[in-house]
């Protein structure tokens, strides 16, 4: 297990690529906080918290993991909301106190990377923020709409190429079963059609839960929302990655939410993955429906 030093406003999170990472929550929860299928900061109110309180944090993180840790996180889910003159602070009492780290990350959202300048961000990368872990779930705009993400097609696009053109490589989330049977093929496609234009570092896909029950996520769908079954969510799956047109793109289906695990990359193991989803698909009961959970 690996242990924290310090305090946290539970729940945390994380992406399974910071696991090893010290964690620094210089937001609690999420700004926004309206995504119909997220659950993850509903139990907290929004908060950015002052740099006096996160420099005995940081203190108290690079002391315990001196010489250990190589990556920091910075937490919550919205920490990107941050004003450049209110995270560059954070990024360098960061770097004093760590010395030498191999990446700064964080979550981050399309529109947070938009209101930052070219030159803004530019900095931010070269002061050791160089990932960031951008949930757009889906490239279809009617779903973008369905789902309250806040977000279109065109903001999520510019906001990940302005990350890439100033240096900061992204981690791009879609979530398999998003909208269901009905919305299942153009949320594919349209997905597949954004990630090939963004061309990104890292992508995951991530498979709907419902922690709460169906009912309570039909309660925040705004649309017709019919569930699909494992099967069918293969079938979306398929339809997504082999659409998708873009190289060297590090491709991981390895979340607890998720009924199959794939692993490549992209456009070079792409027929593979296709294939073990083909496999998949003969192997699952036609009429199998996924579990509902508790997970987020």
Not at 25 to 30: K, L, V
Not at 139 to 148: A, M, Q, S
Not at 150 to 159: K, R, V
């Amino acid at each position: 297990m690996f242990i924290q030093p310090i305090n946290y406003n539970e729940p945390l999170f994380r992406p399974p690529g910071e696991a090893r990472s010290a964690i620094l929550q210089a937001t609690i929860g999420c700004s926004w906080n309206k995504c119909a299928f997220c659950e993850m900061y509903t139990s907290k109110n929004f908060k950015i918290r002052n740099i006096d309180e996160l420099k005995e944090e940081i203190s108290t993180l690079a002391n315990y993991y001196k010489g250990y840790v190589k990556k920091v996180f910075i937490a919550d889910g919205d920490a990107m909301v941050l004003s450049f003159d209110k995270m560059m602070p954070v990024i360098e009492e960061i770097n004093n106190k760590f010395g030498r780290l191999q990446r700064i990350s964080s979550y981050a959202m399309p529109r947070n990377i938009l209101s930052k300048t070219d030159e803004e961000l530019i900095k931010l990368r070269e002061a050791g923020l160089k990932l960031l872990y951008i949930g757009i779930e889906t490239g279809d705009d009617e779903l973008l709409k369905l789902i309250n993400k806040g977000e279109t097609y065109n903001s999520t696009l510019e906001g990940i190429l302005k990350a890439h053109n100033a240096g900061i490589d992204t981690s791009i989330m879609i979530i398999n079963g998003l909208g269901g049977k009905k919305y299942s093929k153009q949320h594919a496609l349209k997905s597949a059609e954004i990630i090939s234009a963004v061309n990104p570092k890292f992508l995951s896909t991530l498979t709907l839960s419902m922690p709460f029950g169906e009912d309570h996520f039909k309660s925040r769908f705004e649309g017709e929302y019919l569930q699909q079954t494992i099967v069918e969510l293969f079938k979306e799956l398929k339809l997504f990655i082999e659409n998708i047109e873009a190289e060297n793109v590090i491709y991981r289906s390895n979340h607890v939410s998720n009924n199959l695990v794939l692993a490549g990359t992209l456009s070079k193991d792409k027929d593979e993955l296709v294939s073990q989803i083909e496999e998949a698909v003969l192997e699952t009961p036609r009429h199998l429906m996924p579990k509902s959970s508790g997970v987020l």
